[in-house]
């Protein structure tokens, strides 16, 4: 009969051994861990300041121990990119958009310089005084002896410099009896609107044509999104007065109206794209400014 034998037992660490060293200073890997924290870091930031769609990060481990992105869209490697050491890995810097620190206090404009798609340039600071950042155009009402009997005083980078890079500004809307601001679009920011005085009659139209409006009494706010066809209209039967403030310190103003109107396209083109007939579009030409 053949001996017993003993088969070696697999080596197994005793769960009260003394715990194992940490592991040798790796600055490699150290560098590598810093760069992925930059990297989420930088799309929480995009994903808190910016309006695009921000994906997931997907982060996983190689065989070496490194953290690889599943989707290496934010600057940092994947499990590919840190096998082939060819392959350029970019570093991660956050954009001046996607940081919530400024380089600077603040960037008043400089209005003897062309306004460019991010502003205007910053003023010296050495010129820059306390007026710059105080405007007291808004204490005046506006002029409403005009076709649309209402008129807007606009608080914008171009007559408030120190708004300037912000990403703020503001304006006064007054309506006479009747008065009314037309449909119009400001592409470049959202708009809050508050009534301070009589009743307006506001509204705006979503992308897929749904129409959204209301009576708005003294204290009411409403919001109008970024981009979307709006109006404001006077409901009461005396003055009415509202201020806005908008999420750019440059949102723009386009108003229909004068926007089909209010230039030199052809009569026929116009009639072509609206549906309007020849004669009511040269009238409302000759009522606003238009030729052709």
């Known amino acids: 009969m053949p001996a017993n034998r003993t088969e070696p037992r697999p ?26 924290a930059s990297a989420i870091s930088a ?6 300041q910016s309006s695009e769609q921000v994906l997931p990060l997907e982060l996983d481990e190689d065989d070496d121990g490194f953290l690889v992105a599943e989707n290496p869209s934010f600057g940092f490697p994947s499990a590919d990119q840190r ?55 808004l204490g005046t009402p506006g002029n409403t002896s005009n076709l649309i009997k209402a008129a807007v005083t606009p608080a914008f980078a171009a007559q408030f410099p120190g708004v300037n890079g912000l990403g703020i500004s503001f304006g006064r809307l007054d309506f006479a009896p009747g008065g009314v601001v037309p ?40 919001v109008f999104p970024q981009g979307l066809l709006h109006f404001q209209v006077n409901a009461g039967g005396s003055g009415a007065i509202a201020f806005v403030s908008f999420s750019s310190s ?43």
Request: hydrophobic share 35%.
């Open 11 to 36: 080596e197994t660490r005793d769960r009260f051994s003394p715990v194992s060293p940490p592991p040798a200073h790796d600055p490699e890997k150290e560098n590598h861990e810093t760069m992925i």
């Open 43 to 48: 799309q929480f930031c995009r994903h808190h």
């Open 83 to 137: 096998r082939h050491s060819s392959v350029d890995v970019p570093s991660v810097t956050a954009s001046p958009r996607s940081s919530h620190a400024a380089v600077q206090d603040f960037c008043v404009g400089d209005l003897t310089a062309p306004q460019g798609p991010a502003g205007y340039s910053c003023k010296n600071p050495s010129k820059v005084t306390v007026n710059d950042f105080v405007f007291s155009g």
């Open 183 to 222: 449909f119009h679009t400001h592409p470049g920011g959202s708009e809050i609107l508050v009534v301070v005085q009589g009743t307006i009659l506001a509204g705006f139209v979503s992308s897929a044509n749904t129409v959204y409006f209301k009576s708005l009494k003294k204290g009411d706010i409403m």
């Open 250 to 292: 440059s949102p723009g103003l386009q108003i229909l109206d004068y926007a089909l109107f209010g230039n030199n396209l052809p009569t026929e083109l116009v009639a072509a794209t609206t549906f309007l007939d020849t004669a009511q579009i040269k009238k409302l030409k000759g009522v606003l400014g238009g030729t052709g």
